[in-house]
């Protein structure tokens, strides 16, 4: 699935690098395990939690990332 | 001298070592991009050390501009050390920049800041494992150590020789977290918080609220300084007078140095200083809180929807207390397109030199004696300060669809933890960083005005001053958009600040040769009905206080930030245009509603 229709709360694994370089050097990269946070009081952007820091990455730009989700809890 | 520069991502408390270890006051903030100009200073304790503190950066494959200069400082090689700062807390991508750099240059060491905030999240760094991964030296502070600087600069010396290629620099960053990094029982703090703060139906109410407390607290908390500060400053003015005169100046040049440079100085200054003084420590405070970057979170939709970013309602709320200010800070914004939306833009929300002159007309024109005069007053300077904002968003929209368009940027805001503010920090940044910059910004240019005001008001050519020639060549065209000539002209003489535009037009309607105060608004209403204000004089007044030309000031600093005459013009005339179109409108309906 994509990164923005995680779920709030949801886990995930990186299943590809995004083409953007910004995306990759804020440590968002394939095979990493992020959860999704919160979202915007108007649904865009979303905060992620991506090693340790929260970062806020549009929906636009998250569509862009395959993630899959990781059930059970961490 | 050695040179040691300062690396790291944003927002780990680059600055703050910084401040620590030189004694300087540069600015600290919370939100990325904030080291603006490159700061350089030597080391308190060590007089042959000269530290720079690079820009924040996320990687040294730059995506904007301030980012490159970091990137492009390492290349250089022009350095002794980079001393590279990660955040304890999330060291995992602190690393990877750590290990890029690590790449480039062995002459590194590694600063893990914030151990205070680690430890009580139940994060412990294993900096002995940590020393045998990296194989260059490592210190752990936060900056409530004192010892902090010892321990720094004991290390500084230290040589290793770092690191082999690595193939894969996030995969490694994330090898080397699991092996010396231990959690335990990791959680997130302040969720609680974050889901009011920036909550479907909370964040924005709160928003607005905060920015009214700000607005408040600046505009009540500077009336009684900026009264105290006028009759102290005023007081000054005679005895320069009798000073001059019994130096034998002639009484011509006094009255020029007394009346017109003294007089415009002392006025801009009490004006200026008392809200400066107030409103930047208050952005400050929520800045170092953490609570600006999430301003930035929630409205980005509302931003992305004109072109531009969630960034730019910070850089607009900056414009709050300064115009100039505020544009300087539009380099949090990492898009160039985006930026110079911001930039363009920031003029129609009314600065603190501004204020006075709304308050004072709404105080004359629209509030009467009753119980809640006071808060009609706050909801027609809050709708006015609406009307800025909105044409903040069309004006935004125009441009990222005509001459800025094209650019599909990308947007990431990172959101710190919630921090509690360093108080003293910030009072003394913002007093000798802001308040006396503003200081020293209001000498230069107010000493000139004045003599440039004073002159014209003084020197008659056919009988009648110049300012007065002035004032009736652009009478007629002052009356198509709702003003008249004196107006017109105070605002032109009013280019070099905003705070002198209301004495100017008394002065004009009063036909003095220098600038007069006026305490009483009773006497400036009936002064200002007698040459012909109605209520719709007054409206145009206000509308083209928000929407003129920006002050001489801000057209600058458009000029310095963007790199071109070019959008130091545009700057000038876009705010120009829609005043006077939005007045002329105002005046044309004023008419017709007078036909029927």
């Not at chain 2, 304790?45 to 490159?68: F, Q, V, W």
């Not at chain 2, 980079?82 to 750099?101: F, G, K, S, T, Y």
């Not at chain 2, 991964?133 to 600069?153: E, F, H, S, T, W």
């Amino acid at each position: 699935m994509k990164m923005c229709d995680l779920m709030n709360g949801q886990r995930a694994i990186v299943l590809n690098n995004s083409d953007n370089r910004r995306l990759r050097d804020l440590g968002l990269t394939k095979g990493l395990v992020i959860k999704c946070l919160f979202s915007g009081p108007f649904g865009d952007p979303t905060a992620y939690l991506i090693r340790d820091a929260i970062i806020a990455i549009r929906n636009r730009d998250a569509k862009t990332i395959l993630v899959e989700v990781l059930e059970g809890k961490e | 001298m050695k040179i040691v520069a300062l690396a790291g991502n944003p927002n780990v408390g680059k600055s703050t070592i910084f401040n620590k270890l030189t004694g300087k006051r540069e600015h600290t903030g919370n939100w990325s991009g904030k080291t603006v100009e490159i700061a350089s200073s030597k080391i308190k304790k060590r007089k042959d050390i000269m530290m720079i503190d690079l820009p924040g950066t996320y990687s040294l494959c730059a995506s904007s501009n301030e980012e490159r200069v970091c990137a492009d400082f390492i290349e250089s090689g022009k350095f002794d050390k980079i001393a590279i700062v990660c955040d304890a807390i999330c060291l995992e991508r602190n690393l990877i920049l750590a290990l890029q750099i690590m790449q480039k240059t062995s002459k590194v060491m590694i600063i893990v800041n914030m151990l205070d905030e680690a430890k009580s999240r139940n994060i412990t760094i294993d900096f002995e494992k940590l020393h045998k991964r990296l194989n260059v030296p490592i210190v752990g502070v936060c900056a409530k150590d004192k010892g902090m600087y010892q321990k720094i600069i004991d290390k500084i010396d230290d040589e290793y020789t770092g690191i082999d290629y690595i193939e894969d620099v996030a995969y490694m960053a994330a090898d080397i977290a699991r092996d010396c990094v231990l959690k335990q029982d990791f959680k997130l703090r302040y969720r609680k918080i974050d889901k009011i703060l920036t909550g479907k139906w909370t964040a924005v109410p709160i928003m607005l609220i905060l920015l009214a407390i700000i607005f408040w607290i600046t505009i009540t908390g500077s009336n009684y300084p900026s009264a105290w500060l006028s009759k102290f400053l005023f007081s000054f003015e005679l005895p320069i007078e009798n000073f001059l005169i019994g130096i034998n100046v002639p009484t011509y040049i006094v009255s020029m140095i007394s009346q017109g440079a003294y007089r415009v100085f002392a006025w801009v200054v009490a004006v200026m200083l008392p809200p400066m003084a107030i409103f930047f420590p208050l952005f400050s405070f929520f800045e170092d809180l953490g609570y600006l970057p999430r301003v930035a979170f929630n409205l980005d939709k509302t931003f992305a929807k004109v072109g531009s970013c969630g960034s730019q309602s910070l850089t607009t709320c900056m414009g709050f207390g300064c115009n100039a200010a505020a544009i300087a800070s539009c380099r949090i914004i990492s898009s160039p397109k985006a930026r110079l939306i911001a930039m363009l833009t920031n003029n129609f929300v009314p600065c603190n030199g501004r204020f006075p002159t709304l308050i004072a007309i709404i105080s004359m024109f629209f509030i009467g004696e009753s119980k809640f005069s006071s808060i009609y007053g706050a909801i027609i300077l809050t709708s006015l300060v609406l009307v800025g904002i909105l044409m903040t968003f069309i004006v935004s929209f125009i441009l990222s669809k005509t001459m800025l368009k094209g650019e599909k940027n990308i947007f990431t805001i990172e959101l710190p933890p919630y921090r509690k503010p360093q108080i003293i920090q910030i009072l003394k940044t913002s007093f000798f960083e802001k308040t006396l910059k503003v200081l020293y910004r209001a000498i230069i240019i107010s000493v000139p005005a004045g003599i440039i005001i004073w002159l014209m008001a003084n020197t008659m050519v056919f009988d009648i001053s110049i300012l007065n020639h002035l004032i009736n060549l652009l009478d007629n065209f002052a009356k198509i958009i709702g003003l008249d000539g004196v107006i017109l002209v105070a605002f032109i003489l009013g280019f070099p600040a905003n705070e002198i535009v209301m004495p100017i037009m008394v002065m004009g309607y009063l036909g003095a040769g220098s600038l007069i105060e006026f305490d009483n608004l009773y006497m400036l209403k009936d002064l200002l009905i007698n040459n012909g204000w109605t209520i719709k004089t007054a409206v145009c007044m206000m509308i083209f206080t928000i929407m003129h030309w920006p002050c001489s000031t801000t057209c600058l600093t458009i000029k310095k930030e963007s790199g071109s005459m070019k959008w130091a013009v545009l700057g000038f005339v876009i705010p120009t245009i829609a005043g006077v179109s939005v007045c002329f409108l105002i005046n044309v309906l004023y008419n017709i509603s007078l036909l029927i």
